[in-house]
């Protein structure tokens, strides 16, 4: 009976609308900043005292953040959405009792479509028929516009992508990262306009706040060393800076160079990272996360085989998503003498993979663990194209092909199955902010 369907119908509009609302969006929403003060909002005075140990009082420039004008609208289409629900629900009551009506009608109802106009053709039907079929008729687009309009509120919703709480965490922590680097800017600028000029030699240090390496790079350190970083207000860890490579002020993430630390570990090893900074280590997925999301940044692998021959690979976007979204890989356009191991083919794609180890299957391969299979912590696709956290083989090895691997080497896809297959001596990756100038 058509009525039962229209019945079906508006449930499941219900449904498909709650769960519309229900699905969260991880799309990042693009933030503006203002254009900055050219003033000096920063002031250090002395209060007026006798003796040598001055007080001294630092005034920092009021921290205002500003919440996308949509969160006001947001309630907005809550409430819309709400009505609209109501009234989908009354649509659904009256379409019960219509259907209990049109049961008790049974012996004079029809088969065929109830369309806007048949009561004309059926005149000489009861009365109470043409009757319920035009409300029945009314109903039905009732529940069409009603359906219009959701969707017109699912798109607006999906525009406003504010539901996401991350965007909000975004937003606030690259406003907290540039008041930090403005206060930082200033810190030399504004001791010259001091009122005191002997204050100058006593200038307090102000605590400093380094992202990455190419901010001590900025200040003039040009030593290969470990520095401690800030990249989030709440996390700083020591990392490896190298300070030479093509102008420097780069942030190590991973090295290889003599197979002291074993890389076949836990998804939680991953995660924390483990090794020796000034030799072999992985970072850990979560810092990497963290100075990825501070920065625009771009990723430099390094690589040298056995023959002495070195080449790289350079992507001018590199970005590693949280734990929640399994440390997804985001890579941009790659220029270098390596090759695009990475971004190998249709098949063999790294790009936006989940991060993959023996003890959690996140890969591209429905049969098996890419990670356990390769004894290594990768985002595999199904599985790989290149793989820098395999085993270290200190010589050409047979059998899986689990050690070191960059896909695009000269040579390297060559070998026949069961052949020797060739290792790597040497393996980097490293990060810089895009917009880094040495
Ligand atoms: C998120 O939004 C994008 C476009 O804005 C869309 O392509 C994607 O399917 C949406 N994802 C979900 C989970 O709704
Ligand atoms: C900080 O914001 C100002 C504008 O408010 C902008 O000019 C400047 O480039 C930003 N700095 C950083 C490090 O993002
Ligand atoms: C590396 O660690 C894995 C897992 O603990 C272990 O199975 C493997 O034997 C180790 N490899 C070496 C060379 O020690
Ligand atoms: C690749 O990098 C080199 C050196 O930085 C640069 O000169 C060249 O323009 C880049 N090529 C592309 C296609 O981006
Ligand atoms: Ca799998």
């Known amino acids: 009976m058509k009525?039962?369907?229209?019945?079906?119908?508006?449930?499941?509009?219900?449904?498909?609308?709650?769960?519309?609302?229900?699905?969260?969006?991880v799309t990042e929403e693009e933030v503006k900043d203002e254009p900055a003060k050219d003033n000096c909002p920063l002031r250090l005075e002395s209060r007026k005292c006798e003796g040598d140990e001055c007080p001294y009082q630092v005034n920092l420039p009021p921290l205002t953040i500003q919440l996308p004008k949509?969160?006001?609208?947001?309630?907005?289409?809550?409430?819309?959405?709400?009505?609209?629900k109501e009234i989908v629900n009354s649509l659904k009551k009256c379409c019960q009792d219509c259907k209990l009506q049109g049961d008790d009608n049974r012996d004079l109802g029809r088969d065929g479509l109830l369309l806007p106009g048949t009561g004309a053709a059926g005149g000489a039907d009861d009365n109470s028929v043409t009757g319920l079929e035009s409300e029945v008729n009314k109903l039905s687009s009732d529940l069409k516009n009603a359906k219009e309009d959701i969707d017109v509120l699912q798109g607006r919703l999906?525009?406003?992508?504010?539901?996401n709480m991350n965007n909000i965490e975004n937003y606030v922590d690259s406003k907290v990262a540039n008041l930090t680097s403005v206060v930082n800017s200033l810190d030399g600028k504004c001791?010259?306009?001091?009122?005191?000029?002997?204050?100058?030699?006593?200038?307090?240090?102000?605590?400093?706040?380094?992202?990455?390496?190419?901010?001590?790079?900025?200040?003039?350190?040009?030593?290969?060393?470990?520095?401690?970083?800030?990249?989030?207000?709440?996390?700083?860890?020591?990392?490896?800076?190298?300070?030479?490579?093509?102008g420097g002020g780069w942030t190590v993430l991973q090295s290889r160079l003599d197979g002291s630390i074993n890389f076949t570990k836990t998804w939680q090893d991953y995660k924390a990272g483990f090794g020796n900074l000034r030799r072999e280590f992985w970072l850990g997925n979560d810092k990497i996360h963290l100075l990825t999301k501070s920065k625009e940044m771009i990723l430099r692998i390094d690589l040298e085989d056995f023959n002495g021959v070195?080449?790289?690979?350079?992507?001018?976007?590199f970005y590693v998503a949280n734990e929640f979204l399994k440390?997804?890989?985001?890579?941009?356009?790659?220029?270098?003498?390596?090759?695009?191991?990475?971004?190998?083919?249709?098949?063999?794609?790294?790009?936006?993979k989940f991060f993959t180890t023996p003890d959690r299957d996140n890969d591209r391969y429905p049969s098996?663990?890419?990670?356990?299979?390769?004894?290594?912590?990768?985002?595999?696709?199904?599985?790989?194209s290149a793989n820098l956290n395999g085993k270290y083989y200190h010589q050409k090895y047979r059998g899986i092909r689990n050690g070191i691997f960059w896909g695009t080497w000269p040579g390297m896809s060559e070998a026949q199955p069961g052949s020797y297959k060739s290792s790597f001596k040497k393996a980097k990756m490293m990060i810089r902010p895009k917009h880094f100038k040495p």
Request: glycine share 6%; hydrophobic share 35%; proline share 3%.
């Open 191 to 246: 001791s010259s306009k001091c009122s005191n000029p002997e204050q100058i030699q006593s200038r307090p240090v102000l605590h400093l706040i380094y992202n990455d390496c190419s901010d001590y790079y900025t200040i003039g350190h040009r030593s290969s060393e470990t520095y401690r970083v800030t990249p989030d207000p709440q996390t700083s860890f020591e990392v490896y800076c190298d300070m030479e490579t093509m």
């Open 310 to 317: 070195k080449l790289y690979a350079l992507y001018d976007h």
């Open 368 to 384: 098996g663990n890419c990670g356990l299979y390769y004894s290594s912590g990768w985002w595999f696709d199904a599985c790989l």
């Open 327 to 352: 440390y997804r890989l985001h890579v941009g356009n790659y220029n270098g003498t390596a090759g695009d191991a990475l971004r190998f083919s249709k098949h063999y794609n790294h790009d936006m």
């Open 3 to 25: 009525l039962a369907t229209w019945c079906w119908l508006s449930s499941a509009v219900l449904a498909a609308y709650s769960f519309l609302v229900a699905a969260n969006n």
């Open 70 to 84: 949509q969160f006001g609208r947001i309630e907005e289409v809550f409430k819309e959405v709400q009505n609209l």
């Open 158 to 163: 999906e525009r406003l992508n504010l539901v």
